[in-house]
């Protein structure tokens, strides 16, 4: 019964939270195309920044940097300071490195913190307020990846940011709509009053500053990792939490580290794909994904044809259920990825698929060797040099845990709810994780962000991700495929409407327009049964064209915005 409360709160949620648009109606058009550099972000003004630094002769890093911290001001629902996230990043010359900067438990948290005295997990516990935080990683993410890679003044990266936090901007409508929907619950958890967020009614391009956050990015602008692990920053954190009761000390700021991880690496047939490995388990799913489908015909079959759409929902729950046994953070826990990616595991789990009947959930289990609130955000970055960027970062739920660190003008994460509370027991998307995700001290929460780069015979060919919680892995699957299968413009596959299965709970999820009434019928024959929502995901992209230029995919179902020289 509390499962399905859960379910239904999220499915409420996202149908209240995203506007609806008939996605599927959209022609197979093409993006925006530049000759030499593009940033495709999830707000106009973050991409503006992004592509100034690029105009002046920044790298991709820099202009990540620029537009991560943009984005923690100019969406505030997801873009942070306060949260984490990870940087998949290639060179020109064809190397990778992969950037872990995901939160961790706080050293004071305990495998059953979110559970009453019956051993029942209490209801919003490790969503709402001071006790859902993790430690936030991505100011130590940025700082890392610039040290590596940058080549512009770290300060100056920064600069677009506190300019628009401290002279502020105009809301877009869904900017007004994201703050009047969480202004409740903002009042509720933040223990000083955020006067600057709190407002009757927000509207479309009203002005809205953030003074105490320009201070906090002046402090990182001039400090680096020590404005915001040590020093003011970390003082108002853990005074924060202690007025919250939160977990957060000055020892979990100073001691947290992003870390450099191996890349996860794969190949569909002309294709090499790279993507995050552990603690996120997006890389190893699209892996699995991607072996799993390529042993069946999907491009003869075509992308609205019924074995189509049953082999990529069926490879889905068989992924989900493998997540859910074996994903957690690879510093806590052994994690067989050789044998989940291997192509003969993945053969096998494909040939379990039968084309008579849908599997039932209980009938799939992790193989055997022998709710987003989906308010994360996703940018997508090329230079003029050929280095590409792709970089997920979130607060996990929209505003994250809803609570304003008083002075310092910024949102922290509820990613403690991406850990399994209890193993079997679903979090806000509905996922079930089991021992391998469990609560420790220090560990990190198993995420689902699948920032990902294709090459095509040896070239960049595709920068792509997006937001969406469990329907990350599968949206950034099904992008691929729209483009490497399915021969859609970038523009066009982004648009595309999009489904999603997870195993558990044991149905599709369907945007509007994606599936006609009579594939419906036929997919409920078939034994499966489906949802219709809103939105899935908001997938920025970049795709290199054979004349050298490159395609914007931004996602039409938010203010994602393309921009390139
Ligand atoms: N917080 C969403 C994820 O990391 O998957």
Request: net charge negative; with cysteine.
């Amino acid at each position: 019964m509390k499962y399905l409360n859960y379910i239904t709160a999220f499915l409420l949620f996202i149908i209240t939270s995203c506007e609806h648009k008939n996605i599927a109606e959209t022609p197979n058009r093409q993006g925006i195309i530049a000759d030499k550099a593009m940033v495709v972000s999830a707000h106009p003004l973050a991409s503006k920044v992004g592509l100034e630094v690029l105009k002046n002769g920044g790298n991709a890093v820099d202009a990540a940097v620029a537009v991560h911290f943009a984005l923690a001001v100019v969406y505030p629902v997801a873009g942070n300071i306060g949260g984490g996230g990870f940087l998949v990043y290639r060179t020109n010359e064809g190397e990778y490195h992969t950037l872990d900067y995901r939160e961790k438990a706080p050293a004071m948290a305990k495998r059953n913190m979110y559970l009453d005295s019956d051993g029942k997990v209490i209801d919003e516990k490790s969503r709402l307020g001071h006790y859902a935080a993790g430690v936030p990683g991505s100011v130590h993410g940025m700082v890392t990846a610039h040290q590596k890679f940058g080549s512009k003044n770290w300060g100056e990266l920064l600069e677009p940011a506190i300019n628009l936090a401290r002279n502020g901007f105009k809301l877009t409508e869904n900017g007004a709509s994201n703050l009047n929907r969480a202004q409740e619950r903002i009042e509720k958890y933040s223990t000083v009053k955020p006067e600057n967020l709190l407002h009757n009614y927000w509207n479309a391009r009203d002005s809205i500053q953030y003074k105490d956050l320009a201070e906090t990015l002046t402090r990182i602008a001039k400090n680096g990792k020590a404005g915001f692990y040590e020093g003011e920053t970390a003082r108002l954190i853990v005074e924060e939490m202690k007025r919250g009761k939160g977990l957060i000390s000055f020892d979990d700021l100073k001691g947290y580290e992003s870390i450099w991880r191996e890349p996860i690496q794969f190949s569909y047939k002309d294709y090499k794909i790279t993507s995050m490995g552990p603690p996120s388990s997006g890389g190893v799913a699209i892996a699995q994904l991607f072996g799993m489908i390529e042993h069946f015909t999907i491009q003869d079959w075509g992308i609205d044809h019924i074995n189509t759409i049953h082999v990529i929902a069926e490879s889905e729950k068989r992924v989900f259920a493998d997540r859910a046994e074996y994903l957690g953070d690879p510093d806590f826990v052994q994690i067989p990825i050789d044998k989940l990616m291997e192509r003969k595991y993945n053969q096998l789990r494909a040939s379990e698929i039968n084309f008579e009947h849908a599997s039932m959930a209980d009938e799939i289990k992790a193989g055997n060797f022998g709710k987003e609130h989906e308010e994360t955000t996703h940018f997508s970055i090329v230079d003029q040099y050929g280095n590409a960027v792709s970089s997920t970062t979130t607060l996990n739920g929209g505003f994250g845990n809803h609570v304003v660190v008083g002075g310092a003008g910024f949102f922290l994460n509820n990613e403690m709810d991406d850990f399994s509370a209890l193993p079997g027991s679903p979090n806000m998307y509905g996922l079930i994780g089991g021992e391998a995700n469990s609560i420790a001290p220090a560990k990190r929460m198993l995420s689902s962000m699948t920032p990902t780069i294709v090459e095509k015979n040896g070239q960049l060919f595709m920068v792509v991700g997006t937001p969406g919680g469990s329907t990350i892995i599968t949206s950034v699957f099904q992008t691929i495929l729209n483009v490497v299968e399915f021969n859609m413009n970038l523009q066009a596959a982004v648009d595309y409407p999009r489904f999603h299965h997870q195993w558990r709970p044991n149905y599709i999820q369907y945007e509007k327009g994606r599936f006609e009434d009579n594939m419906i019928e036929i997919l409920n024959e078939l034994g499966h049964e489906l949802r219709e929502r809103t939105a899935i995901g908001r997938v920025d992209a970049i795709l290199v064209l054979k004349d050298g230029k490159m395609e914007g995919g931004a996602d039409p179902r938010g203010d994602d915005t393309a921009l390139g020289f």
